[in-house]
């Protein structure tokens, strides 16, 4: 017995040393000059559309600032030293530039600045941005001379969002122009979240327990899909709702006066009135919940008036620990102002108990209440599917109005007369499958009104749509003019065959003047002013920042699988890549499902872009020697959406197969050297492949899911519960199927992943499984890292660990076929 004790004891410890930490490593160095060049700015277009901010992202941050103090409560990450989010993005610095000219204007910056990128004043000559430090974060106010200064006396409370991206849960307020950093419609002052003054120290948990953590239900069916960062005891409570707690406060621009409105309170969304007058105000307040995210958490909707005070009381909404699979909260929901109209809030009600499994006439409501909010509310309009969203023109009544039906994909477009409710009848404008590109008309080009709230820019009856022109050869971006009387459309820009070029804002009312974003395969994007007649003039001239890609060809491949349905992918080949030769290849797809074959074979994308590669992308190893078949489409296809998974396996084995097949056959890919990939659902099909087939040499799965048992209440598409569709769970698992796999497996999973359903546990549990299987696999599990992966270090040794393992498995695997030769 004692010779088997040593071996066991061998054996243990090796398995140690192969748990023991790893240093962070790096990919080969021509992949690090690439990953570290600079990065392509967007511009960010003044009201007035004559100057523009530039912002410099810091893309890759140091693990360091990732592993900054983190509070995961309430389905939020907090940097309790900031009261802001954890891991937020920001800038290194912001510029300024004069359109259409481009001339640059230097921004005075606080030193070491991380800033938030900039809101433009409603009349266009201050911008306003936050500025992040040690001690909190800071406003910061500038004007188009390039001067700042920061506004004294006042921290931002960025629990909420960005102050620069938005706020409002489900059922609280919405609409655009929110976030804890907003211009009143005057433009001579700031709504600002703030913290507190004088606020207290935050409460210390007691070492001493006074009691057990109890959770109970009374009753009554309450699925909840698997959240992370949720509240566990009372003392997570007490802390959330400290950090979450904010003063709102006006800043008059002037005098830099800061004057409180109203009591401090959980803000989930403030949004002023567009006469400057009203504040609609979300608060949420307790009883908190163990099981659901902060969105969800009791709320009352009122509407004060600038001091504060409540005018009225638009909503007072419990927990949605009821609101059914598919379903909405019953009271009041997408609650915002009409940005035509002074102070009308509009709202939208469920007339189907908020449950689609109800068979009624019409799903939802849309009502309005006027100002002084002492009346009835009007109804104005009753949708027959699910509403699906509002667009308000500038001004008047119209607005575009959404519905949809889950079951056959479709959604349609009314345009409805607010100003005249019950009495113009709706008119229908657009009804189509929401999955088909080829036939989509485009979107509204919308405008920032003075209250920070985004309206349809109009013309007479005409609206202009700005669409990507989805088609078999890949998108064209366009322009329209659009004609709500006769619903016709003309065309005022198309793009040509030779780049990808969409347009970014109107420069004027009438569209004969717009600015564009153009590139091509070997033009890096660049800011265009073009005018109806065809005049094209240059605003930025910024340079390739990655000059090796402009030697990877990049190529559209279309095909089909052998039950007809189309497919597709995009081919990377390497720098120098001789025809004929055939490639190591890696495979890396994200399926889709689809109610049918014809909206399933669409082609997504472009192959005029220019190739700007980022992150820890599959393209990069198409530097190292592969061929890359990127966006492989793997369709899932099926008439009912809740039946579509019942052959989930057998389609995305019969896609992978087509897309070897069909790389193959163009004597580009060594179908004996195939390895495959995916992150999140893509890294779910990565590891279901393996489990059920024998195409591939190895494997990569980034963040997945193994074992559906673990979201019992439903995932991705899939609405059926466990209980309801158990063979279905358990199929559709590669954890049930563990000991199939025998083709290397690679499991590369943030240790913080904030993503519901791809708990880390997911990638542990699958490592031990297959590992006491005797598979071949290896778990990276990458600190501070949340679902996508963001820290300069994490995104290099990813690369590293990607690059090794397709190298061992698939390039320098046996029976390579070599070239056609």
């Given amino acids: 017995m004692k010779p088997a004790r040593n071996a066991s004891l061998v054996l243990c410890l090796a398995a140690l040393a192969l748990a023991a930490a790893e240093t962070y490593q790096k990919p080969p160095q021509a992949v690090l000059d690439a990953l570290n060049a600079p990065t392509t700015p967007t511009l960010s277009l003044s009201p007035t559309r004559d100057f523009a901010l530039q912002g410099s992202p810091v893309r890759y941050p140091p693990i360091a600032e990732l592993s900054q103090p983190m509070l995961r409560l309430a389905g939020q990450r907090i940097n309790p030293k900031t009261n802001g989010l954890h891991n937020a993005t920001f800038n290194s610095s912001l510029t300024l530039r004069k359109i259409p000219e481009g001339t640059e204007i230097k921004i005075d910056l606080p030193p070491n600045p991380k800033l938030s990128g900039g809101r433009w004043s409603p009349d266009g000559t201050h911008f306003a941005f936050t500025n992040t430090t040690a001690a909190g974060i800071e406003l910061w106010v500038g004007d188009t001379t390039g001067k700042t200064h920061r506004i004294e006396g006042v921290r931002v409370n960025e629990v909420m969002g960005s102050a620069f991206g938005g706020g409002g ?158 379903g909405v909260p019953t009271g009041p929901r997408s609650i915002e102002w009409q940005p035509g109209e002074p102070a009308t809030v509009l709202w939208v009600e469920a007339l189907d108990g908020g449950d689609l499994r109800n068979n009624v006439p019409f799903r939802d409501r849309i009502l309005a209440l006027k100002a002084p909010f002492t009346g009835d509310p009007v109804e104005i309009f009753k949708t027959q599917y699910r509403f699906a969203g509002i667009q308000f023109a500038a001004k008047g009544g119209l607005a575009l109005v959404e519905d949809t039906d889950r079951k056959t994909r479709h959604v349609r477009t009314f345009a409805i007369d607010l100003d005249q409710p019950g009495q113009a009848a709706p008119v229908p404008i657009w009804d189509r499958n929401n999955q088909d590109r080829y036939h989509d008309p485009g979107s509204p080009m919308m405008k920032a009104m003075p209250n920070g709230q985004m309206a349809m820019i109009q013309d007479g009856d005409n609206l202009f749509l700005n669409g990507l022109g989805a088609s078999p050869t890949g998108d064209h971006p366009f322009l329209d003019r659009f004609n709500l009387a ?16 969409q347009v970014v804002a109107l420069l004027d009312t009438h569209g004969t003047k717009f600015l564009t974003r153009r590139e091509s395969p070997t033009e890096p994007p660049n800011y265009y002013v073009r005018t109806a007649s065809g005049r094209m003039t240059a605003v930025t001239r910024y340079p390739d920042p990655q000059p090796i890609f402009r030697k990877v060809t990049r190529q559209l491949v279309t095909y089909e699988r052998p039950d007809g349905v189309p497919l597709s992918f995009n081919l990377y080949l390497p720098p120098d890549y001789k025809a004929g ?182 990638s542990d549990r699958m490592y031990q499984a297959v590992r006491g299987n005797g598979g071949i696999v290896r778990l990276v599990f990458l600190p501070y890292e949340a679902h996508g992966y963001r820290a300069k270090e994490t995104i290099e040794h990813v690369l590293y660990e990607k690059f090794a393992w397709f190298n061992k498995y698939v390039k320098n695997a046996s029976g390579a076929t070599g070239s056609n030769n």
């Fill in 581 to 762: 030769t055939r490639l190591p290849t890696i495979i890396w797809a994200y399926p889709y499902e689809y109610n049918d074959a014809q909206t399933a074979g669409q082609v997504s994308g472009s192959t005029k872009r220019f190739t700007e590669v980022t992150g820890y992308s599959e393209i990069f190893h198409a530097l190292d020697g592969f061929a890359v078949l990127a966006n492989a489409a793997m369709p899932v296809v099926g008439s009912d959406p809740d039946t579509v998974n019942n052959t989930y396996i057998d389609q995305i084995i019969a896609d992978a197969k087509a897309a070897i097949d069909k790389a193959a056959s163009m004597g580009v890919t060594d179908p004996n050297r195939v390895g495959v990939g995916g992150h999140s659902y893509g890294a779910f099909m990565t590891e279901n492949l393996l489990s059920h087939c024998d195409l591939f040499k190895a494997g990569v799965a980034e963040s997945g899911a193994a074992n559906r048992t673990l979201t019992p209440f439903g995932f991705q598409s899939e609405r059926r519960t466990l209980w309801q569709a158990p063979d279905i769970y358990l199929k559709m698992s590669p954890f049930m199927y563990a000991d199939k796999i025998k083709t290397p497996l690679l499991l590369i999973h943030g240790e913080a992943d904030d993503n519901d359903g791809t708990f880390p546990i997911q």
């Fill in 486 to 501: 006769t619903k016709q459309a003309e065309r005022l820009f198309h793009c040509d065959d030779d780049h990808y070029e």
């Fill in 169 to 326: 849960g489900r059922g609280g307020a919405g609409g655009g122009g929110g976030g804890p950093v907003q211009w009143l419609p005057d433009g001579k002052g700031l709504l600002v979240y703030t913290v507190k003054a004088n606020r207290a120290p935050a409460p210390r948990e007691s070492s001493v327990p006074t009691g057990p953590h109890v959770q109970q239900s009374l009753g009554g069916a309450a699925p909840v899909v698997t959240h992370e960062d949720m509240l566990q005891t009372p003392h997570d409570e007490d802390l959330w709702e400290y950090y979450a707690t904010s003063q709102l406060a006006t800043i008059d621009l002037a005098t830099g006066k800061v004057t409180p409105v109203g009591r401090a309170g959980i803000i989930e969304s403030a949004h002023v009135s567009p006469d400057g007058r009203h504040l609609l105000v979300t608060t949420i307040h307790r009883p908190f919940s163990y099981l659901y995210q902060y969105r969800a958490f009791p709320k009352e909707v009122e509407i004060w008036d600038r001091a504060g005070k409540v005018l009225h009381k638009v909503a007072s909404q419990p927990l949605e620990d009821r609101v059914p699979i598919n």
